[in-house]
Structure formats: C-alpha cells, structure tokens
C-alpha cells in the first residue's frame, strides 16, 4: 500500500514543539492522521474474480507481556519519533520509552515530554547514553546510516537487544562484526525490514509457501521511488551521498533485496546490476538557475523541483526539515541555509536514480529488479510467475490466477489491518513482533533478525560492485 511520508500530510498537522498539552493524547491525535495509508489510484479487478479474506497484520496476543519492554531511542527523527516510538503511546503495557539520544535540541525535547523521560536520560548524542550501565532492555537506533555501527556495537557490549533501522551499516565488515558480536552475547537484533511486516507482502508469502499455484520460477519486481521523493531523500537530502551514507541499493532498496529473498525463500547466487545517475547533475542544470531556489532562481517557478514550492507552497515533505515552528519564515530559513534548498542539479549527490538489478537463486530461478527514480507515483510493483500460475500487485491489490484450474481471485491489502501506521502497517507490525521477542528472549517470533537480514544486505553489496565494474556477472556467496 502506498503510504505518505509523516509530515507532508496537510499545512497545518505537522507536529512541532509549539503545540499546546503536549500529552499522550495529543500526539496520538496526531499520530492517528499522520500514520495512515493512501491506497493507490485505479479500478479494482472487475466482478468475475472473487475477492480473498484481508490478512490480518497481526492479532493481539490473549497472552499479555508480564511487563513493558523498556527502550532508549537513539536519533529522534521521523523514524525513530514517529515509525517506532509512536507504538509506545499506542500500546504503553507494552513499550515504554526511558531515554532518548538526539543532537537537535527540540526533537530531543519532543520526545522527553511526549514519554516523561527523566532528565538524567536525555543526550546529546549516542555516545552518551553507553556512559551509563544498562538501563533498559533495548535499544531503538534510528541514527544516519554512517551512525549505526558505532551504537549498535556499544549497545550489544553492555548487553542491550537491538531494533536497527536498515541498512544494517556502511560495509559488509561492519555488518559482520555486529552479526557476530550479537551472536557471541545471545542478543536480539532485528532488522527494520519493516515490508515484511505488512499483510500485503505476507499474503504473497502466504500463496507461495502454500504451493497452490505451483513453485516459483521467475520474479519482476519495480521500485517506482517517485521524482519528488528522489529530489528530497537522495539528492538534497540524508541518503544522496554514498559515502555519507550508503549506496541506495542499501539505503533505500534493501527493503526489495530483503523481500525478495524473504518471498523466493532460496538463497541467491549471482547477481548483475547496472545504472547511473542520469539527471540530477551539475551539466543539466538549467540557464538561470542559482545554487539554492531562494537566491533569485530565474526558473524557480517553472521547475518541478521548486524547494519553494514543494516545502512551502505545499508544505511537503517537512519531516526532515529542522522545524521547530512551521511557518513561512522558519521554513524560508531553513531553505536558505539547509540542505533542502539546494538546486537539485547542484548538489553533492552521486547516488544512481535508475538501476536495474539481476538475481539468480538456487534451482534457477531468476528475479529482475528494477529501481527507478523517475515516476510520478510510488508503490512497489511485482509479477511472480510460479509452474501452475502467476500472481501480480502493486501494494494495492494482488491478483492470483491459478492457470490449471482458470480460478482467479484478488486481494484488496486496503481491506487489510494496517493498525494506523506506515508503510502499509509494517512499522508497527514490526515493534510488536519486537516487543515480544525481546519480553520473552525468543528471535523466532522475529521474521528480521539479524541473522536473516544479512544475505539480502550482501545481495546489495555484490550488486553495486557489479554496477561499479560495468555489469559484471558476481557470485554470491556467505
């Protein structure tokens, strides 16, 4: 299911310090409209096909958690303060958030009143938080990417569980050393491959395992990221830079790598990738155009890219902005001195924004994946074809066609549970298969641990080198 991105809702519900009663209820008030899924435009499947249950994405356990699982929230962004802590004000005889480490004074505040976090818990940055002897039972790290190893390596030392937002680090190396320290101390780490968690991905899962339409022999998978989210996370924004942050094949699409093998449910073999960054470059920016929207852009208002349009005309995509207040002057502010205000084809970005990505898995079967910046939708589109059928969706619905048998049913996912949260209801499907792992120290109610989630980062790994050597054909191997 498609979703919106938290704080590009409408002008007036993006959430800031300046609200007044900042309580439990207030934010949840706010939550409740920021969280929640958009299905994608189009026509359902016409009246010959039937329609199939809703899955549901997860069912309250009758069992309840003997206490609450305590965490500390290290980066207060919109993952860390929306996706996963919100599920805290949700479900508080289940998650209770004790401290929070966060650089940007007023998302840390944010946080300390929206949990009554004592003082005494309350850091700058990271490194703070491990000058103290345990504390909690988990740690939620929701840093930059080039910030996870080093939290991720301090909590599991003093014996922390972990929820690591992917990618997991910047280099298989790291990635390994916090496989195998996590391993060495018997620790929980899940991974936020959070599409698991939604019941659109588990009701293909679901068929595949089931065998109804036979074994899978083949997969198309398209990631449409959309023009505008490109310009915002991955060219002006966190993720554009690969040394900064990760490659995109790791920052943003091993989501797909993840879901791929999770759906395949073979290990992969080899891999070939190709792709560039074909737009968003110093040579095609056009005559007249200046280093930032704001400086007397000579075609800010004819381009599609308009930082003056997007973040204040529309008021979109303001979650990653440094907003204490929303209004016009702080967001002319921040255009004019952050990163957001940049002309797109003036950036340091250097991120591909297409890729198209070529896996075989054990027994032959083939995956093509494909990534492309230039849409102007989202919502990820995927064809499997299996030796008695074929299934195709996007998010929205999936249609199943068993060919031996002509039976065709679909799946409407906005019939689904999502519980009010992004990403289709996987973010907090996520928490709460956490949630109980960690209460009662069992990985296996997790589908991301770790050790899962590290084929489909080398996945990633092995294919940017592909991309890196012109295409190249690379084996996969663990």
Not at 175 to 181: E, G, Q, R, T
Not at 445 to 470: K, V, Y
Request: hydrophobic share 35%; glycine share 8%; aromatic share 8%.
């Amino acid at each position: 299911m498609q979703f919106i991105h938290y704080a590009s809702i409408a002008k007036n519900n993006i959430i800031t310090m300046s609200q007044s009663n900042w309580n439990r209820r207030s934010v949840l008030k706010s939550l409740g409209l920021a969280a929640v899924g958009v299905p994608l435009a189009g026509k359902a499947i016409e009246a010959e096909t039937s329609e199939i249950n809703s899955l549901p994405l997860f069912k309250k356990d009758k069992k309840k958690l003997d206490k609450p699982v305590t965490a500390i929230v290290c980066g207060a962004g919109g993952r860390g303060w929306l996706a996963y802590s919100s599920y805290a004000l949700k479900y508080p005889d289940e998650l209770q958030i004790v401290g929070v480490a966060e650089p940007i004074p007023y998302r840390r505040e944010r946080m300390a009143k929206a949990f009554n976090i004592p003082e005494e818990n309350q850091f700058v940055t990271w490194e703070h938080v491990f000058e103290k002897p345990k504390f909690a039972d988990a740690i939620i790290i929701t840093t930059p990417d080039d910030l996870h190893y080093g939290p991720a390596m301090a909590g599991l030392n003093l014996g922390y569980d972990l929820l690591l937002e992917k990618a997991i680090a910047q280099s298989w190396s790291e990635c390994n050393d916090i496989l195998k320290l996590a391993e060495k101390k018997e620790a929980i780490v899940a991974v936020c491959h959070v599409l698991r968690y939604t019941s659109y991905f588990r009701k293909i899962k679901e068929v595949i395992d089931s065998g109804e339409i036979g074994n899978v022999v083949s997969v198309q998978h398209l990631e449409p990221i959309g023009r505008i989210h490109m310009a915002h996370s991955f060219v002006r924004g966190n993720w554009g830079n690969s040394k900064k942050s990760n490659p995109i094949i790791l920052s943003k699409s091993c989501h797909d790598t993840d879901i791929l093998r999770w759906l395949v449910g073979k290990p992969s073999t080899k891999v070939s990738s190709m792709g560039s960054l074909s737009v968003f470059r110093k040579e095609n920016a056009p005559d007249g155009s200046t280093a930032r929207c704001t400086d007397g852009c000579g075609v800010e208002r004819q381009c599609p890219y308009s930082a003056i349009k997007i973040y204040k005309d529309e008021r979109g995509w303001l979650h990653h902005l440094q907003l204490e207040e929303v209004n016009d002057n702080t967001i002319t502010r921040e255009l004019k001195n952050g990163p957001y205000g940049r002309c797109v084809y003036r950036c340091d970005n250097d991120v591909v924004d297409h890729q198209i990505t070529n896996f075989e898995f054990e027994g032959g079967i083939t995956v093509a994946f494909s990534m492309e910046a230039h849409s102007h939708y989202g919502g990820r589109r995927t064809r499997i074809f299996c030796t008695n059928g074929d299934m195709i969706g996007d998010e929205h619905t999936l249609t199943i066609t068993n060919s031996l048998t002509g039976k065709q049913e679909v799946w409407d996912a906005s019939k689904a549970n999502n519980n009010g949260s992004g990403h289709g209801g996987g973010d907090h499907g996520l928490v709460h298969d956490f949630v109980r792992a960690v209460s009662f120290q069992d990985p296996t109610l997790l589908t991301s641990t770790i050790q899962a989630s590290m084929e489909s980062h080398l996945m990633g790994f092995m294919a940017e080198e592909s991309r890196l050597d012109n295409g190249t054909v690379r084996e996969i191997k663990l």
